[in-house]
């Protein structure tokens, strides 16, 4: 099927008809001025023709009435009685006739009232009798006294019949009936309307190129403007318009340049107050690290020495220890956001085994996950997942998926499923707890954000793990995304490419992932958790 052309065509005349103002102002004012000469075309052509019509049938029955009142007084003056002096003498009216009118096709016939002889019927120039038209002939039979007309064609010329009856002496009422030649005026006529055509093609022609030119003039200005705009609201701030004149369009200008200005100087101090509260944050955590230090020596000496003291100073002691803790991976955190605001973070990329990775990984979080009743299980497929990424940074994202999964798993199953294909790999973190509501998922990357903020946290999140884990994942160009269903459990999957400037086609895993195909994939259960026969080692 050649489909395919036709529609691109139709779909790029649509295209331009829709998205150039010019396009359309050109062709709505072809369309409309070309109908508006036509129909003034028509009306002027109907109306010349009319009036060449009926002057020259007012002058056709002027001679036409003058030639037969001649005709009939030289019949009525004859005192001819035989046959042959009554046809000499019509033929003689005939030729008489032919000269007053100047007609070339007359005709006299004697009419079926004619009560004399057998006069015969006469024409000239060839004028057959089928030629006269049966109404007319009828008209000047019932109504002999008067001047009868009908407009014909004959031999494909247009012609005027004018009829009357005449008198003769003796033989009886005859019909004469005179052809009035219109060719001339359908000529004068062909002329004018020809005219009328080319002007009226000629003067479209010339209003569309003086609209285009006027239509081209203004639109030139609104490009401009639409330009700019464009760039400007594409990030370069500093665009302005070039205001000529005084008219609507350089006001327009002008009011955008003004608008510009504006957002330009908002956007401006929003950055240097966003600059400012970044800086002030990193200042403030840089400040902090020094009494922090000296806090949490003061506090680890008296908290190794905590079965000396009174037990009430003990449950104290035992809550600084704590809380100095929280303290310390909260301007951790807290500094490595910051670092991230500033653009000073950086990717240092070294190629390891990802599977290798991960056990080590689950393995330091089995203790955990044990005590809170979790069953943590790793699935991988049997070949290496080499990939070439920043390792540390890829380890605190699975850390923090595995550490929120065991925090809100509920007690229940989490696996953490590896994945790899050509363009990428991917680690998800599976849990079947309590699950995050869907009006919250898109939230759950936003900093110091919590599902429920009164919930206890138990295992020392600092409501920033998920944003730093974002920003390490940006840093990858890759992806984190999650999956869950309130009372079914979350699906964290984190999708990186295999090189730090490679492309993602797809991801290895499924959100959440299903169970891998036996012949690609195997599953991988740490020894210190769980045995099972026929597994990765
Ligand atoms: P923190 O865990 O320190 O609160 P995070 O940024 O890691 O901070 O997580 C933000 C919030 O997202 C958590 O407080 C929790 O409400 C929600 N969340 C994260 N992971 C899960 C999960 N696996 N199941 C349910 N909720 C989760």
Redesign the pocket.
Known sequence: MRVGPRRWRFASIGNLWRSSLQVRTVVITVLLTSMAIAVFGAVAALSISQDLFSSRLNQVLSVSNRAIAEAQSSLSASAATDTASIQELMNKVLSDIEGTTTSQKVALLRSEKASFGYTQDITSGGLGLDDLPKSLRAAVRENSTGLWWESVDIGGDPAIIVGAGLTVQVAGLHEVYVVFDLSGEAQTLAYVQQILYVGGIALALLLSAIMLGVVTLVIRPVRAVASTSRMFAGGDLAQRIDVRGEDELAVLATSFNQMAESIQSQIIQLETLSTMQQRFVSDVSHELRTPLTTIRLASDMIFDGREQLDPSYKRAVELLHNQVDRFELLLGDLLEISRFDAGAATLSATKFELKALAKRIVSSFLPLAAERGSELTLRAPRPKCLVTADERRIERIVR??I???I???DGGQIEVWIGANRSAVSVA?R?H????AAV?QS???D???????S?K?T???????????AEDTLLHHGALE?W?KPGE??C?RLTIPRTPDGQITTSPLGLPPTSPSPQTSSIILPKTWREESGHDK
Do not use: Q, Y
Not at 433 to 436: A, C, E, K, L, M
Not at 459 to 465: F, P, Q, R
């Open positions: 923090n998926l550490a929120n999964a925090e809100h798993g973190v849990d707890g309590v699950g995050i919250d939230r759950v990357f900093r110091f954000w919590r599902a429920d903020s919930r946290r295992i020392g999140g600092t409501g920033l793990g998920l944003s730093i884990a999650v869950s459990g979350s964290f």
